[in-house]
């Protein structure tokens, strides 16, 4: 494990938040509520089928010990999701299209966190991103003061040479393929914000073109 990984486990050790996870046939993701959940990393929650859930589960010998099973199908879940909808889309979605998409464990994931019951959700391990950045822009939104979404990941290199271990921030990588002017100055300026948040340390930023 990197300093920089090892640091943030700490850090969310001391206040785990409320994650929802909404793709339960994935093995994957099963694979990491449970661990999530056994490392005390975040109180988590796997959204879908029931069965399905405990299915996958059962099928990576994973006891899920400490992680919430709802079901999609509740009718809670289900009214939440529909109300969240009507609110922000109106007539824009027919009666079919909001049904659908109220019984949707996605966009019922994103209505738990526009609804306060959760802090964050995850997903796009089998859905796309197409559909995982619908979602959370139509039921959460964009933080206060920006006016478009974009993406990054951060890559850690290990220490070698005699120079310690590094991290580094790239953006935009795969939402917004040809930014304008103030398309780049927002991307750049939540690079460097995030990069604060993650590694404790003083962004500095560097635009590259391809």
């Given at each position: 494990m990197t300093a920089i990984l090892d640091r943030l486990r700490q850090r969310v050790r001391l206040a785990?938040?409320?994650?929802?996870?909404?793709?339960?046939d994935d093995p994957r993701v099963v694979r990491a509520a449970d661990r999530l959940a056994r490392?005390?990393?975040a109180d988590v929650t796997l959204l879908g089928s029931r069965e399905a859930a405990r299915r996958t589960a059962r099928s990576a010998d994973l006891p899920l010990t400490g992680v919430?099973?709802?079901d999609s199908a509740e009718a809670s879940e289900i009214e939440r999701t529909?109300?969240?909808?009507?609110?922000?889309?109106?007539?824009?979605?027919?009666?079919?299209?909001?049904?659908s998409l109220a019984?949707?464990?996605l966009f019922q994931a994103a209505a738990r966190v526009r609804a306060g019951l959760a802090d964050c959700f995850v997903a796009?391990?089998?859905?796309t991103s197409a559909d995982v950045?619908?979602?959370?822009?139509w039921l959460i939104g964009l933080s206060h003061g920006f006016t478009r979404v974009s993406s990054f990941f951060l890559m850690v290199f290990p220490a070698r040479g005699g120079a310690g271990e590094r991290a580094m921030v790239f953006a935009d990588c795969g939402v917004v393929p040809d930014p304008d002017a103030p398309q780049l100055a927002e991307i750049g300026i939540l690079a460097a914000d995030h990069f604060a948040r993650l590694t404790g340390e003083v962004p500095h930023t560097a635009f590259l073109s391809f």
């Open positions: 785990p938040r409320r994650l929802v996870l909404c793709e339960v490392e005390r990393l919430a099973l709802a529909s109300r969240a909808l009507q609110e922000v889309r109106g007539d824009r979605l027919g009666s079919a299209a909001l049904d019984r949707d464990p796009g391990a089998s859905r950045l619908r979602s959370a822009l």
